[in-house]
């Protein structure tokens, strides 16, 4: 079955700073991959995603790019805001997971004003 | 509009009791889906309809038992839980089932079992 290997953290920034949260897909296929963020007490929202090869998806200043030779999806922003501190899940859909979505493992990140 | 609504949004209920949990998409989507959400964790798979036909069981215990009335609506009945099943349980939805589409969240429904 795929698998999702995501950076874990916790990650502690400070405002304005340039965040970086790494991803990889493992698929016998070629995935759909996505960014989920989960702000506390909340339900996972879409941020962003891409469909095929050197899709780049972006939101709210977040943006990640599909690169297929290492089937990677890593989140950047270029400065953090205290409101962006939430839980990040990167995960993919393929079928050779039957297309259940596959989730990373979250990164807790807090920006400290 | 990508809007999943979830209801009630908190829960708290005894062993034996019986209540339902409600989830609504009017995207037209096809598919929907329960997970359960336990903290510091991602949410893990329970149940897929596709077409209002349940196509996936992730061998969930029978005191959780799903419903899909019609294409818009998706119930969790609960009853005889135990502790460890307090967690968020999440709804979502997709254009379509066997897919890499995107499943769209609702807000998630707490659920405490004392």
């Known amino acids: 079955g795929d698998s999702v290997t995501q950076m874990e953290g916790p990650v502690t920034l400070s405002e304005e700073a340039f965040l970086t949260i790494n991803c990889t897909y493992t698929a016998t296929g070629y995935p759909s991959l996505f960014w989920y963020v989960q702000y506390p007490g909340e339900g996972l929202q879409l941020l962003l995603k891409a469909t095929k090869a050197d899709d780049k998806g972006s939101n709210k200043g977040f943006e990640a790019t599909y690169r297929k030779e290492t089937t990677s999806f890593h989140l950047e922003k270029g400065s953090v805001q205290v409101s962006d501190s939430a839980v990040y899940f990167c995960?993919?859909?393929?079928?050779?997971?039957?297309?259940?979505?596959?989730f990373g493992k979250g990164t807790l990140l807090t920006v400290n004003p | 509009d990508t809007e999943v609504t979830q209801t009630p949004k908190h829960l708290v209920m005894g062993m034996t009791n019986k209540k339902s949990l409600k989830c609504e998409q009017h995207?037209?989507?096809?598919?929907m889906y329960w997970y359960k959400q336990k903290a510091k964790k991602p949410p893990e798979l329970m149940f897929v309809?596709?077409?209002?036909?349940?196509?996936i069981n992730e061998s969930v215990p029978s005191r959780f038992s799903p419903e899909c009335p019609n294409s818009s609506l998706l119930n969790l009945h609960l009853h005889a839980l135990q502790p460890e099943d307090s967690a968020l349980y999440l709804c979502?939805?997709?254009?379509?089932?066997?897919?890499?589409?995107?499943?769209?969240f609702g807000p998630g429904t707490r659920l405490l079992v004392l």
């Open positions: 979502a939805s997709s254009q379509e089932g066997l897919t890499a589409e995107t499943q769209y």
């Open positions: 995960a993919g859909r393929s079928g050779g997971s039957n297309y259940k979505l596959t």
């Open positions: 995207m037209g989507h096809r598919a």
């Open positions: 309809y596709s077409y209002e036909k349940l196509s």
